[in-house]
């Protein structure tokens, strides 16, 4: 039995309506109409009705007792309804309890794994604040955590385990490498395998010593080469899934982790035959001849200006360019991706030139000019520390002046990149592949802003890498409902994402050893979310026993 409004005319009457079943049909019987809404409302009748009702409801009366002895609480529920969801699905909690198997903590160390990754993915701070972050919040299995026990978590993420096979001299095999196969060979059936691989790397510095070995001083890309750091390198398949994440020193350089990371690949999870794709700054001469020996495919950026064969010959090889359009694009791009292709000592490379950027590039230069013009008016001192200047500027014992050669020679590199590869694939599939690294970039970022939870103070290797691992879990369920939401056709800011979820709370109310628990309305878009995860929303009010 409920209530509702009818409209007839230009009125609203208040009905209360009864549904029946006959047969395989609803029907619904009206018991009594109230009479206008408008008039019951200015009478205040049906306040009068509902307190007089609630004196039948022990529901009802604890909502409207006004009593000073009623102890509400209110907790966020949206953020572990959703991603306890996608931890089930991936079997991420139960390749961990099969680790856990005789093993003896005292507290619950998967339900400590996965508080410790959902608020990083919704909270960029200290894991200290963690514990704080959780009183506020409704996740199963998590009341008696403490920080002790989340830093304890993450040293058995980050143990070393006995078998130490595919291992490298700076990565030992730890309990987060099962966890990373269990992933990838459940979805093996989904993905089939690893055709392309995307390879990037990050710098997290500590402010501390940064554990027995993982801390070292190297090229910091935070700009704090003062400080210890170490090198994370993420693994992406080319659909942005995140495969795996390797940690070294601080002062290992990208170069040098490729080629152990291409060899793990290969052994961890079994792949016979795959396609490294990564940027410039991982090639070197080493690098490519490694590759070369053991037959693996590759698209690599290759460096235009740094190198004499692409400068020299490369880039003044004569040829028609082919214009390059993905599927799904329109015909009349009007400024589409061109390829050619040159070979040079039996090299294979495609140069890629984007008109648009020739443009841009062409502009950003000309204004540079520009102010060079003005600038030197009021003398060359005034051009030192300006390094984008300094680019266009040749000195001649006393006087600066602006060099012409320089600004010829950079607009051969207007709108191009050049590639490097070894595969079969045609020109225009090359560039594409090439090209999925920018997108996948994006996801790179979004690791870098998750990472921001530095680990400062971890003192043990075992802890930290377990405490950026859980950085790494917490993309792979970001990664994971921005797939569902992909394919829902529903595309959300994160920020909305983690806001409208974190909106969605329980207000419970105590009394007299009795619970109710009501909960707030879907904002924005957590409804939506809900739907295309497959997670029901709970109802509006529960009573709890």
Not at 390 to 410: F, H, P
Request: hydrophobic fraction near 35%; charged fraction near 35%; glycine fraction near 6%.
């Amino acid at each position: 039995m409920f209530a509702r409004v009818k409209k007839a005319g230009q009125y609203q009457y208040l009905q209360i309506v009864q549904n029946r079943r006959e047969g395989k049909k609803t029907i619904q019987r009206v018991i009594a109409t109230l009479g206008r809404v408008e008039e019951l409302q200015q009478k205040g009748d049906i306040e009068s009705l509902v307190r007089s009702l609630s004196r039948f409801s022990e529901t009802a009366l604890m909502i409207l007792s006004g009593r000073s002895d009623v102890h509400a609480q209110t907790s966020s529920i949206g953020p572990a309804l959703i991603f306890d969801r996608l931890w089930r699905e991936l079997k991420i909690g139960r390749t961990i309890e099969r680790l856990l198997e005789g093993r003896r903590f005292e507290f619950d160390v998967e339900r400590a794994i996965f508080l410790t990754v959902l608020h990083r993915l919704f909270v960029s701070g200290s894991d200290r604040s963690c514990e704080k972050w959780q009183r506020d919040l409704v996740v199963n299995g998590s009341k008696d955590l403490e920080l002790h026990h989340l830093y304890r978590a993450m040293s058995f993420l980050g143990e070393e385990i006995e078998d130490q096979r595919h291992c490298s001299p700076f990565s030992p095999r730890c309990m987060k490498d099962v966890i990373e196969e269990d992933l990838f060979a459940s979805r093996r059936d989904l993905f089939t395998g690893l055709d392309c691989v995307f390879f990037d790397t990050t710098s997290i510095y500590f402010e501390g010593e940064g554990g027995e070995t993982i801390g070292e001083y190297g090229h910091s890309k935070d700009h704090r080469p003062d400080l210890k750091q170490m090198v994370v390198g993420v693994i992406l398949d080319d659909q942005g899934h995140p495969v795996c994440c390797e940690m070294w020193p601080g002062n290992t350089t990208d170069v040098k982790s490729l080629i152990p990371v291409v060899e793990r690949l290969k052994n961890r999870f079994h792949i016979r035959q795959f396609c490294v794709v990564c940027d410039r700054g991982m090639i070197s001469k080493d690098t490519l001849d490694w590759l070369e020996e053991n037959k693996l495919l590759y698209i690599l950026g290759a460096r235009m200006r740094n190198s004499k064969e692409v400068k020299e010959d490369v880039l003044s090889r004569a040829g028609r360019y082919r214009e390059v359009r993905p599927e799904g694009t329109l015909s009349k791009d009007p400024s589409p991706l061109k390829v050619k292709e040159v070979m040079v000592d039996g090299s294979r490379y495609i140069v890629c030139r984007n008109e648009k950027q020739a443009r841009k590039d062409a502009y950003d230069r000309n204004a540079i000019v520009e102010a060079l013009e003005d600038k030197l008016k009021s003398g060359p001192k005034s051009l030192v520390g300006n390094k984008g200047f300094r680019k266009y500027l040749k000195a001649e014992k006393d006087s600066v002046s602006i060099d012409r050669n320089k600004i010829e020679q950079e607009s051969r590199y207007d709108g191009k990149w050049v590639l490097k590869t070894n595969t079969r694939l045609s020109s225009e599939e090359v560039a594409l592949k090439y090209k999925e690294l920018w997108q996948v970039e994006r996801v790179f970022r979004d690791m870098k802003s998750i990472l921001e939870t530095r680990p400062v103070y971890h003192q043990t290797d075992e802890a930290i890498r377990g405490h950026v691992f859980c950085s790494f879990l917490a993309l792979l369920l970001r990664k994971e409902l921005d797939a569902i939401l992909e394919k829902a056709k529903l595309d959300f800011e994160w920020a909305d994402v983690k806001q409208d979820l974190t909106a969605l709370r329980d207000v419970t109310i105590n009394e007299n050893g009795k619970r109710l628990t009501i909960r707030s309305e879907c904002l924005g878009c957590c409804g939506k979310i809900f739907k295309a995860v497959g997670v029901a929303i709970p109802p509006t009010i529960r009573e709890n026993h």
